[in-house]
T-cell receptor
């Protein structure tokens, strides 16, 4: 079945540091890939997505590139801020917008220190 | 931006009791979902619901679980006889047909004692 593996947390960085959160996946077919973010006390919010190989999703300074050859979708940001502290979830969808839902990774807790 | 609303935010119950978790999806959405996250583990898909019936369900969603859209606005998850291992954060989500973006509620933390 489908699965998503992401790096264990917590990840602690200083403000303005470079961020990488690794994510790899296994899936049948050609899934769409997502990063969701959960700020303290809130629900999961879509951060960015990519629907086909070599697509780059980007939002709020975060980027991730769909790499089919390495089955990866690593999240990067060039300069993190304290407000980026949250839990980040990598996810995939095989359903192309249908009812099958998402398969999530375990989540990576990111802590940014001033 | 419209929101998915879940109530209560915390629910404590005794083992063997029935619980109902409530969700109000975004009004023009037609797909509804429940997910759960046991502490320290992955967010797991439970069930999806479309056109007043279950579309997909996972192995977790056994006979102890049921979902309902009782009045056209609420979407509920019922656990008939709770077990200790049902303790988790339960997330409701909704989406529009053909769109992969799910909108999530802030979750209900269920504690079974």
């Amino acid at each position: 079945g489908d699965s998503v593996t992401q790096m264990e947390g917590p990840v602690t960085l200083s403000e303005e540091a470079f961020l990488t959160i690794n994510c790899t996946y296994t899936a049948t077919g050609y899934p769409s890939l997502f990063w969701y973010v959960q700020y303290p006390g809130e629900g999961l919010q879509l951060l960015l997505k990519a629907t086909k190989a070599d697509d780059k999703g980007s939002n709020k300074g975060f980027e991730a590139t769909y790499r089919k050859e390495t089955t990866s979708f690593h999240l990067e940001k060039g300069s993190v801020q304290v407000s980026d502290s949250a839990v980040y979830f990598c996810a995939l969808s095989d359903s192309g917008g249908g009812a099958d839902g998402l398969t999530f990774g375990k989540g990576t807790h990111l802590i940014i220190q001033p | 931006e419209p929101e998915v609303t879940q109530t209560p935010s915390h629910q404590v119950t005794q083992m063997g009791q029935e619980v109902i978790l409530r969700c109000v999806p975004i009004s023009n959405h037609l797909y509804f979902y429940w997910y759960r996250q046991i502490l320290g583990q992955k967010v797991e898909f439970l069930v999806s619901f479309y056109n007043n019936e279950i579309s997909e369900k996972s192995e977790i969603f056994d006979d102890q679980f049921s979902v309902e859209r009782p009045d056209g606005s609420n979407f509920t998850l019922k656990i008939r006889s709770t077990k200790l291992e049902d303790s988790a954060m339960y997330f409701c989500a909704s989406s529009r047909p053909g769109y992969e973006k799910l909108f999530f509620g802030s979750g209900t933390q269920l504690s079974v004692l």
